[in-house]
């Protein structure tokens, strides 16, 4: 018996238009789009993104409290796979009985909850990428990544927020201002700054604004303000692109710089099941595994 440990990651599934704005998506997304997905005929379900090819499907098991979709990242014979038998030794080409068969690594994504809230997990060493998996959720959409786009983006960490609603002072902000953000009101002087910054695009563009003290250390005053800004975008969450240096406190009562891109400290949970030694993993093995995670990040909501 062996024991697997592997990290399950959270995403909200959003759609984007070309512009990077965020456009309505249905409620029961994941529902709908399990129906569509396997209506389609398989090879109407591959789709390749860096000239790798990505399939996928969905399952709904009686014995599961999670339907779920995996997509399979379909390995290349020019990778050069080989077979390796753990009691003699011998290494060989790894041949498979139909010259059409390939290996697949799989990646599960479980949706849960009523925000289009995804986990996703591989047990692959080498997880398929958040890029592939949504570029093959657009490709299944019959969207396109030059028009508008499926995107998975991480669930803060509320730890992380929690951390710089604590800090003493900010010492870099970056903030991104994309065309039609609808830029609340407050945040101080920074804010004004950047709704005034923001009057002078244009249509086609977006806007990077960044402070930093660079290598002076900057009056407590000015950090203050720079790290109320900083609150200030993490709690309107009005841009999806930020990022922020925060001075904080560790146990022993000293100061320390700490670097976070506030909307991209995901939230992870690692999930332990155990394996037969040699065998496969079942996928309810798999998808249980999943299912804790979900609980276990509901509980700590």
Same mark, same amino acid.
């Given at each position: 018996?062996?024991?697997?440990?592997?990290?399950?990651?959270?995403?909200?599934?959003?759609?984007?238009?070309?512009?990077?704005?965020?456009?309505?998506?249905?409620?029961?997304?994941?529902?709908?789009?399990?129906?569509?997905?396997?209506?389609?005929?398989?090879?109407?379900?591959?789709?390749?993104?860096?000239?790798?090819?990505?399939?996928?499907?969905?399952?709904?098991?009686?014995?599961?409290?999670?339907?779920?979709?995996?997509?399979?990242?379909?390995?290349?014979?020019?990778?050069?796979?080989?077979?390796?038998?753990?009691?003699? &030794? /011998?290494?060989? !080409?790894?041949?498979?009985?139909?010259? %059409? #068969?390939? +290996?697949? *690594?799989?990646?599960?994504?479980?949706?849960?909850?009523?925000?289009?809230?995804?986990?996703?997990?591989?047990?692959?060493?080498?997880?398929?990428?958040?890029?592939?998996?949504?570029?093959?959720?657009?490709?299944?959409?019959?969207?396109?990544?030059?028009?508008?786009?499926?995107?998975?983006?991480?669930?803060?960490?509320?730890?992380?927020?929690?951390?710089?609603?604590?800090?003493?002072?900010?010492?870099?902000?970056?903030?991104?201002?994309?065309? &039609? /953000?609808?830029? !609340?009101?407050?945040?101080?002087?920074? %804010? #004004?700054? +950047?709704? *005034?910054?923001?009057?002078?695009?244009?249509?086609?563009?977006?806007?990077?604004?960044?402070?930093?003290?660079?290598?002076?250390?900057?009056?407590?005053?000015?950090?203050?303000?720079?790290?109320?800004?900083?609150?200030?975008?993490?709690?309107?969450?009005?841009?999806?692109?930020?990022?922020?240096?925060?001075?904080?406190?560790?146990?022993?009562?000293?100061?320390?710089?700490?670097?976070?891109?506030?909307?991209?400290?995901?939230?992870?949970?690692?999930?332990?099941?155990?394996?037969?030694?040699?065998?496969?993993?079942?996928?309810? +093995?798999?998808?249980?595994?999943?299912?804790?995670?979900?609980?276990?990040?509901?509980?700590?909501?």
């Amino acid at each position: 018996m062996a024991e697997v440990q592997k990290t399950v990651r959270f995403y909200e599934t959003v759609k984007v238009d070309q512009r990077d704005q965020r456009l309505p998506i249905e409620d029961g997304f994941w529902t709908l789009f399990a129906e569509r997905l396997n209506a389609k005929q398989p090879a109407d379900r591959e789709s390749i993104f860096n000239s790798v090819t990505y399939v996928g499907e969905a399952h709904n098991p009686r014995r599961s409290a999670y339907p779920y979709v995996q997509v399979r990242r379909v390995r290349s014979p020019s990778e050069q796979l080989d077979l390796y038998n753990t009691v003699s &030794g /011998d290494v060989g !080409p790894l041949l498979l009985d139909d010259p %059409a #068969d390939r +290996v697949a *690594e799989p990646t599960y994504i479980v949706p849960f909850g009523l925000h289009n809230y995804v986990a996703v997990m591989s047990p692959a060493v080498r997880g398929t990428r958040p890029e592939a998996i949504e570029s093959w959720l657009t490709d299944m959409c019959g969207l396109t990544l030059t028009d508008s786009r499926v995107e998975l983006r991480p669930i803060i960490d509320e730890a992380v927020l929690a951390k710089l609603m604590g800090a003493s002072g900010a010492s870099k902000l970056s903030v991104k201002v994309n065309r &039609g /953000d609808d830029i !609340p009101d407050g945040g101080g002087v920074v %804010a #004004d700054a +950047v709704r *005034e910054a923001a009057r002078d695009t244009t249509d086609e563009m977006s806007l990077t604004m960044t402070w930093s003290f660079g290598h002076a250390k900057g009056s407590l005053s000015a950090r203050e303000k720079l790290l109320a800004a900083a609150q200030w975008v993490a709690n309107t969450g009005w841009t999806d692109s930020a990022s922020v240096s925060i001075t904080v406190e560790n146990p022993d009562g000293e100061l320390h710089v700490e670097q976070h891109n506030i909307f991209r400290d995901r939230v992870t949970k690692r999930v332990n099941f155990v394996v037969e030694d040699g065998q496969r993993p079942s996928e309810s +093995v798999v998808v249980t595994a999943v299912a804790q995670a979900i609980r276990e990040f509901g509980a700590s909501r």
